[in-house]
Structure formats: C-alpha cells, structure tokens
C-alpha cells in the first residue's frame, strides 16, 4: 500500500511538471557539465507545488522516503526530505536516530543546495544539539562539497538556540574553502549569529575578514549597519591592493 502511495506521488509530480521551468531550472542549478550539479534533473515544479505535495503524502514510511531520495529528479528529491523533516519533528528519540542514519547514509543524493538548506538544520543539527560535534568536523573536511555544506548549515539550529562555538570554530576551519557555495553558506551563518550577537560576529571579522572570500564577507556583513559594512568592505579591498 504504502508504495503504490509513493508511486502515485511520482506520478502527480510528474504531471505538474512544466518543461519551460525544468529548463531553467537546469541553468540556474548549474546542472551542465562541470558545473556543481552536473546531471541533476528538474522536471519544473514550484516550490508551494512541492510543499502541497508533501504535506499530502506525508504518511509514507521510511523505505518509501528512501526510495523518493534515489530518484534522478531534483523536485522528487526534495518533497522526500520534507515528509523526512515532518517524520523526524514528530518521532521519538529512537525513530530520530534511524532517520538521521537514514540521512546520512544517503548525503549522495543530497546534492544540490536547496536540499541541504531545506533538511541539514532541521535534522541533523536538531539531532546534534545535546550530542558531541565530531561529525561535522569530519563532513567538514570531506572532498564532498555537499558534505562540507551540510556540515555548515546543521549549525544553523545551534544558532537558533543561541549556541555560537560549533559555527564559529566551522568558520574558521573553512575559511580557505575554494568553492563559492562555501563561501554562501559560511557567511549567511555568520549573519544569522550576528543577529544574535553581533558583538561575536565582529569580533570573529575582526580576526579574519582580511582573508575570507569576498562573498562569504559579502554576505556575513550584509545586515550590518551600512557605515560598519563598508568599514569591511574597505578594509579588505586594501589588502587586495
């Protein structure tokens, strides 16, 4: 029963499905080849399309969850790590620790950013709150862009809770990051934890914005008041000079 659910699910997505969207989609997922997601397929359905849908079939069990998150189609990827995200919120302590193991047993096909955002906070940040951190160290160090991004974005449910070490100490580890969606993610947590104390955040740019990434600065000071943005700003383009 439960996989002629996921069956129809497939099928009502795939009837959405809008080929003008999946082509842009395509580009702006940078799925061509050499890109970061080279060969990621869209078959071109919205975002509240993709949450309707979710919260429609969000009885599907484990194995079927599995199931959706090997499918070749972004779209069909994503909605299974939200009825993930629904599973893991309701589920007791033990049912948490399978879906995490279930999450990290299948990083493969958590391969593109909006499906790291959407569940890597949610699950396994949550999970990790109470618990030692020498995962996301290990994620950090991987040669997985996806693995490093995940490491970095779990930290922003440690932030939410006003815990700061792990996102600062992940920061730093990353600094030298070559990849641009690195340098995204390290900033905008950076910006969340200013929001909280920006106090820290500037402490933290003042020890290191003279060798972070433009962007990941860019984005760490992007809610900082405008005359102390360009005060950063200015002092990293001199050291360019």
């Not at 160290?137 to 939410?160: C, D, G, H």
Request: aromatic residues 10%; glycine residues 2%.
């Amino acid at each position: 029963m439960k996989e002629f659910i996921a069956s129809s699910l497939i099928k009502e997505l795939k009837k959405i499905s809008n080929p003008n969207i999946a082509k842009h989609s395509q580009g702006f997922f940078k799925t061509a080849k050499g890109e970061y997601a080279e060969g990621d397929k869209f078959l071109g359905i919205r975002a509240p399309a993709l949450h309707k849908a979710a919260k429609k079939y969000n009885t599907l069990n484990l194995n079927e969850i599995t199931r959706l998150l090997a499918s070749r189609f972004h779209e069909i990827r994503l909605v299974s790590l939200y009825i993930l995200v629904n599973h893991y919120e309701k589920a007791n302590l033990n049912t948490k620790s399978e879906i995490v193991n279930l999450y990290l047993s299948n990083i493969k096909h958590i391969n593109n950013w909006d499906l790291v955002d959407a569940s890597a906070h949610k699950i396994l940040g949550d999970f990790l709150m109470d618990k030692e951190k020498d995962l996301l160290y290990t994620l950090a160090t991987s040669p997985n862009l996806w693995e490093r991004r995940i490491a970095v974005m779990a930290t922003f449910q440690f932030i939410k809770n006003e815990a700061f070490d792990d996102t600062l100490r992940l920061s730093k580890l990353l600094l030298n990051d070559t990849e641009d969606l690195i340098h995204k993610s390290v900033g905008w947590m950076l910006r969340e934890m200013g929001k909280k104390n920006i106090n820290l955040e500037k402490e933290f740019l003042d020890k290191h914005a003279l060798k972070m990434p433009r962007t990941m600065l860019r984005y760490a000071i992007e809610k900082f008041p405008p005359d102390l943005r360009q005060q950063y700003l200015l002092s990293s383009t001199k050291q360019d000079m």
